[in-house]
C-alpha cells in the first residue's frame, strides 16, 4: 500500500468515526495542519510515531504483514503490455470443401 492510499483511508476513518481534523488535533496532539496536509497527500513525510498516533485516534493501528503477492518488475509489466498490444494469431478454422473440390485443389 502506497501512503497516499493510506491517507484516503485515514480519511474516510476519521469521517466514519464522526471527527473532525480539529478534533483529531486535540485527541492525538498533532497540528491539524499535519493531518490536513497528509489527507490531502502533501505531507507524504510524516513520521511513523506521528502517523501511528493520528491513525489510533481514528481506530486504525499501523502494522507490518508479509506481502501476499510478489511485486512486478518492470520486465513483467513490459510483457503484459507486449501481449495486450500484440495482434493474436488467427484461431484455426475448419474449412468444409464440397465433393470433388479437395481432389482439384490436390492437382
Same mark, same amino acid.
Given at each position: 500500500?502506497? +501512503?497516499?492510499?493510506?491517507?484516503?483511508?485515514?480519511?474516510?476513518?476519521?469521517?466514519?468515526?464522526?471527527?473532525?481534523?480539529?478534533?483529531?488535533?486535540?485527541?492525538?496532539?498533532?497540528?491539524?495542519?499535519?493531518?490536513?496536509?497528509?489527507?490531502?497527500?502533501?505531507? +507524504?513525510?510524516?513520521?511513523?510515531?506521528?502517523?501511528?498516533?493520528? +491513525?489510533?485516534?481514528?481506530?486504525?493501528?499501523?502494522?507490518?504483514i508479509?506481502?501476499?503477492?510478489?511485486?512486478?518488475?518492470?520486465?513483467?509489466?513490459?510483457?503484459e503490455?507486449?501481449?495486450?498490444? +500484440?495482434?493474436?494469431?488467427?484461431?484455426?478454422?475448419?474449412?468444409?470443401?464440397?465433393r470433388?473440390?479437395?481432389?482439384?485443389?490436390?492437382?
Amino acid at each position: 500500500m502506497y +501512503l497516499f492510499e493510506l491517507s484516503e483511508i485515514f480519511r474516510t476513518a476519521r469521517i466514519a468515526a464522526g471527527l473532525t481534523q480539529k478534533d483529531v488535533s486535540k485527541l492525538s496532539r498533532i497540528s491539524t495542519t499535519t493531518i490536513s496536509d497528509f489527507e490531502r497527500g502533501n505531507g +507524504l513525510d510524516i513520521g511513523v510515531l506521528t502517523l501511528s498516533n493520528m +491513525l489510533r485516534t481514528v481506530g486504525l493501528e499501523l502494522a507490518a504483514i508479509p506481502c501476499r503477492r510478489q511485486t512486478r518488475t518492470l520486465d513483467d509489466v513490459q510483457r503484459e503490455l507486449d501481449a495486450e498490444l +500484440l495482434p493474436k494469431p488467427p484461431a484455426r478454422q475448419r474449412v468444409r470443401h464440397k465433393r470433388g473440390e479437395k481432389k482439384a485443389l490436390r492437382h
